[in-house]
Structure formats: structure tokens, C-alpha cells
């Protein structure tokens, strides 16, 4: 059975920090892998999505790595703001999307 | 478009009363998603429709949990009767073609079951 883990559970930096979320899953046969935002009291946001056959995916000022063969994944979040505050799921799709619990991130000013 | 919609965003009810969760997935899309929040199990798959014919049921806890899609912009998840342990919020989400595509999710109903 496929077990996704995030870890750290908590992550709190000052702005402008530059940092690292990671994904690890338990099994490497997955389509493809994606990472969400969830704001307090919303809905998930999707960020980026890496196919399997692929090694990274980038967007703005965030970059989502996949190694696939060693179960694991890693948001890339540069210069942080508070604004990036938030809860970071991922999430692979083996038939369905399993998620892990993610990772709730806090920027201080 | 307005994106997915979910009604009602908040449902307080007693032990033993009849919920019913609503949604309409972006105009579209032909697969549409429930899920269900909580702190101890995080984001978990109730169900699953494509073209409205449910596709994965597994994840429905027991009998209590019904899903229906009349049509293609439409879905109720309905819990009938409702328990405590039923709390949590519960998403609905939409793609295009299917489950391979990104999903787009709702804000999320959150339920209280007293």
C-alpha cells in the first residue's frame, strides 16, 4: 500500500529565506507527483505537477524536483514571503491521488 | 469560471440527523472527486465519478456514505444517519478527461456532527 510522508510537519523561517519541503513515498510505480498549497479554511491549490518521466518541474520562485527510483520529492521555495505561508501537501497518483499530510510553513516578517 | 463550488461551507448537525453535501465541478470537466479532511487521516478519497458513473468507491467508509451524479454539473455526498466521527471537511474536486489530469478543488464543506 502506498504511504506518503512529509516531513517536517511545522517548518517557521524569516522572509527572504530560501527552503526545502520534503516528499517521500513508499512506492515508485506512479504516474506522476504533485505538490498543493492549502490556505486555513480553503480548498488545495495545485502547484506544480511532475510526470513520472520527468525530473523537475518549475514555476515562479518554486522548483519541484521527483527522483522516482528513490521515493522521494522536494519543493524548492526561493526568497520566501509571508505570503508563502501556508500548508504545503503532496501527493503521487498511483489510479488515485494519495496524499501525504503535509508540511504546515510559516514566514515571519 | 467560478471554479468548483460546494454548498453548504459549513453544516452543524445532531448524531442521527441526515446530511447532505453538494457540488458542481467546473463546467468541463467529466471526472468530479469527494474527499474527506481530518487531522489524524489527512486528506483521504471517498469517491470517485467519471462521465457521472462512480468509478472508485472504495474509499466510502461504510454504508451510511452515499455519492450521486444525476448529471454532469451536479453531486451530493450524503450521510445518512450521521455520527460524531463523520466531523471533518469534506472537498470536492474536478478534472478534465480523468483522474490523470490536475484537480481543481472546492473550499471544502466543514461538518460538525454533535
Known amino acids: 500500500k502506498q504511504e506518503v510522508t512529509q516531513i517536517p510537519a511545522a517548518l517557521s523561517v524569516p522572509e527572504g529565506e530560501n527552503l526545502v519541503l520534503n516528499c517521500s513515498f513508499t512506492d515508485s510505480a506512479i504516474y506522476n507527483l504533485q505538490w498543493f498549497r492549502q490556505d486555513p479554511g480553503k480548498g488545495l491549490t495545485s502547484l506544480l505537477l511532475?510526470?513520472?518521466?520527468?525530473r523537475e518541474q518549475t514555476s515562479g520562485r518554486l522548483n519541484a524536483s521527483l527522483d522516482k527510483s528513490s521515493g522521494r520529492s522536494t519543493l524548492y521555495i526561493a526568497a520566501s514571503q509571508p505570503g508563502d505561508s501556508a500548508t504545503y501537501l503532496c501527493?503521487?497518483?498511483?489510479?488515485?491521488?494519495?496524499f501525504g499530510k503535509g508540511t504546515k510553513l510559516s514566514v515571519k516578517p | 469560471d467560478a471554479g468548483v463550488i460546494q454548498s453548504p461551507r459549513h453544516e452543524v448537525t445532531e448524531m442521527g440527523q441526515e446530511v447532505t453535501l453538494r457540488c458542481k465541478p467546473i463546467s468541463g470537466h467529466n471526472s468530479l472527486f469527494w474527499y474527506r479532511q481530518t487531522m489524524m487521516r489527512g486528506l483521504e478519497l471517498l469517491i470517485y465519478f467519471n462521465n457521472n458513473v462512480p468509478i472508485d468507491d472504495s474509499g466510502m467508509p461504510e454504508d451510511r456514505f452515499s455519492a450521486k451524479m444525476p448529471n454532469a454539473s451536479f453531486s451530493t455526498l450524503k450521510i445518512q444517519p450521521s455520527e460524531p466521527r463523520d466531523s471533518a471537511v469534506y472537498f470536492c474536486?474536478?478534472?478534465?478527461?480523468?483522474?490523470?489530469?490536475?484537480?481543481?478543488f472546492g473550499p471544502g464543506t466543514r461538518l460538525l456532527v454533535l
Open positions: 474536486a474536478s478534472s478534465q478527461q480523468d483522474a490523470q489530469e490536475t484537480q481543481y
Open positions: 511532475i510526470q513520472s518521466s520527468q
Open positions: 501527493a503521487v497518483r498511483q489510479g488515485n491521488l494519495i
